[in-house]
């Protein structure tokens, strides 16, 4: 097989959580140029209905599912599992993609205070229950699935921000006092340093299964954030820019097809070289 060849993912299904969200369809891109089936789940409805109609107005000939769902679920999650085999019956991949992710950047408005020292603690737990329980849940279910079929590949959506702690000087607005400036919150770092633990583990644990798990390390995507925000992050990114949206796709099908099959536990960062300095 030529290596181009080996990026196919002709007819394979895999799911994406928080498939509805911003990059979550950006990964249903990627999956249907390599030929895959998308799965989206989100908590959602709406926005689910949105994604699957700009998906299939620009794949008129691709299969896009989705489903109403909360990751946090096990017992949805099963049943979601039995109905997708139940139609295909194969799962290839999951992302975990769905998180909780509060915009503090920018023109970001109306932020319950999110300070370290009274960070609250329900919001904590509920981040926590998404980032990371939910990704624990969402890899027990589908990935036993393909532990069966003794081939599959887990990808976990990290961050920069997995790799280095967020320089808060960035979300700083002048004329605000200390306690007052936004931050972002501890649970980020957590949970996207915890990506990495659970990556690792999945791939030890399977290795012998043929499931792969890798974790991709996302930087910063513009989205029209204001230009004073723009330009204090730009100032850390060797490259000079934030990502744009499209810039994940390559990576994203490379590690869910074979042409990484001998990848797992890595950590793929791609951030402009943000993290080298
Ligand atoms: N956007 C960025 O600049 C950026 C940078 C680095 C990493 N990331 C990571 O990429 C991932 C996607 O980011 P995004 O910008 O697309 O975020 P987003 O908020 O647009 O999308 C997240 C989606 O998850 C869904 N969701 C939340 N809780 C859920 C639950 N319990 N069950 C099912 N779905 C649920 C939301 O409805 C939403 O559609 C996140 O893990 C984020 O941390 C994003």
Redesign the pocket.
């Known amino acids: 097989m030529n290596t181009i060849d080996k990026f196919e993912i002709k007819g394979r299904v895999i799911i994406i959580?928080?498939g509805?969200?911003?990059?979550?369809k950006k990964h249903a891109e990627a999956i249907l140029d390599g030929g895959g089936i998308p799965v989206l789940?989100?908590?959602?409805n709406e926005?689910l209905d949105r994604a699957k109609e700009e998906l299939l107005k620009e794949y008129p000939e691709g299969i896009v599912e989705i489903y109403k769902?909360?990751?946090?679920d096990r017992h949805a999650m099963e049943q979601l599992a039995v109905e997708i085999c139940g139609k295909y019956s194969h799962i290839d991949g999951l992302i975990n993609?769905?998180?909780?992710?509060p915009k503090v950047e920018g023109d970001a408005k109306n932020m319950k205070n999110i300070r370290f020292e009274d960070f609250p603690i329900e919001m904590w737990m509920d981040d926590i229950s998404?980032?990371l329980t939910?990704a624990l849940v969402c890899s027990q279910v589908f990935g036993s699935v393909m532990a069966k079929q003794k081939k599959g590949v887990i990808l976990n959506?990290s961050?920069?921000l997995g790799i280095i702690a967020p320089d808060q000087r960035i979300y700083q607005k002048d004329g605000l006092k200390e306690e007052e400036q936004m931050v972002k919150p501890v649970t980020y770092s957590v949970i996207?340093h915890g990506i990495l633990g659970l990556t690792k583990y999945i791939a030890t644990y399977w290795a012998q299964k043929g499931v792969r798990a890798n974790s991709l390390c996302?930087?910063?995507?513009f989205?029209n954030q204001n230009d004073d925000f723009l330009d204090k992050l730009s100032n850390l990114i060797p490259m000079g820019r934030m990502a744009d949206s499209d810039e994940y796709k390559g990576t994203i099908l490379y590690l869910l097809s074979d042409a990484s099959s001998y990848m797992t536990g890595a950590t793929v960062i791609v951030d402009g070289g943000r993290t080298c300095w």
């Open positions: 959580t928080g509805a969200g911003f990059l979550g789940i989100d908590i959602s926005s769902a909360d990751i946090k993609n769905a998180a909780n992710n998404v980032g939910g959506i961050s920069d996207k996302p930087a910063g995507v989205n």
